[in-house]
């Protein structure tokens, strides 16, 4: 069969470089807020969007979310544009309601990792970041966890990049790893910037390593080393159920999944079919 309309066309050398210099710019830009955040400690932030410090992250973390969006944009279709605001919708309501339940996952990356799956790295990184900023208006204590929202992001687009969703019993395991790192990152955040953690059942947890003698920062590591693998291997789970139950012709608008083969039965040879 000939060469269709779902061909890409190669990128130009110079639009190529600069996409990939707005997404290191953008990255630089969310690592750096989140070094000022854990540096600085700064406790104002949980009064709202008016303090400096809020100001400050809520600057950063916007900036690198414009650079990576700006980054990514001309390389999305409009099947991507649409999806983004019911991913945004998605993960807020899922992580406002399960952060207020005895459950101690969060689930509030949902409409990420799909963004991720579908569109790659740095779309899923700019969905995270985005998510954690227009939560913040409603529930101030997300702001400074934007920057573990936007790896999450990142590394469930590597995931789907390299294969992991190829196999439905690799999606967990990836899910897991990737909950480990997150974990690692969000827990100094908890314990220097707000001095624990905003979930009930995940406080919960906190307070009882802190009964059995731990320091705070070791408390809420553990927390999160128990709580982020297993939240993260079922938000990936749950998002490997619903891309494959997208009709295959779904799947194929999206020219991530058909250029880097992410998904089983939608491999290299579809994008010329």
Known sequence: MSSTSLTLPAPAPAAARKRRLLEILGALAIAGTYAYLVLNQPSDIAGGPGSAAALIALSGFLVGAILLIMAVLPTLPASTLVLIPVALVLNIVL???????????YLDAIGT??????????????????????????????????????LIGALAGLAARYGLFRRFYFAPIAGFLTGIIGGVVSAPVAAFVFGGTSGVATGA????????????????????????????????TLVALLVYA???????????????????????????N
């Open 95 to 105: 992580g406002q309601f399960v952060g207020s339940t005895l459950v101690p996952f």
């Open 113 to 150: 990792v799909l963004i991720a799956v579908l569109a790659g790295p740095a779309a899923g990184a700019a969905t995270g970041a985005l998510s954690s900023i227009i939560w913040s208006f409603f529930n101030p204590t997300v702001l400074p966890f934007a920057a573990g929202a936007a």
């Open 205 to 236: 947890i906190v307070s009882a390593f802190r009964a059995m003698g731990d320091t705070l920062f070791a408390a809420i590591t553990k927390q999160a080393l128990l709580s982020d693998p297993m939240d993260k291997a079922i938000v990936f």
């Open 246 to 272: 997208l009709p295959r012709r779904a799947r194929l608008q999206f020219p991530f999944v058909r250029r880097h083969n992410v998904l089983a039965g939608t491999g290299r040879d579809d994008a010329t």
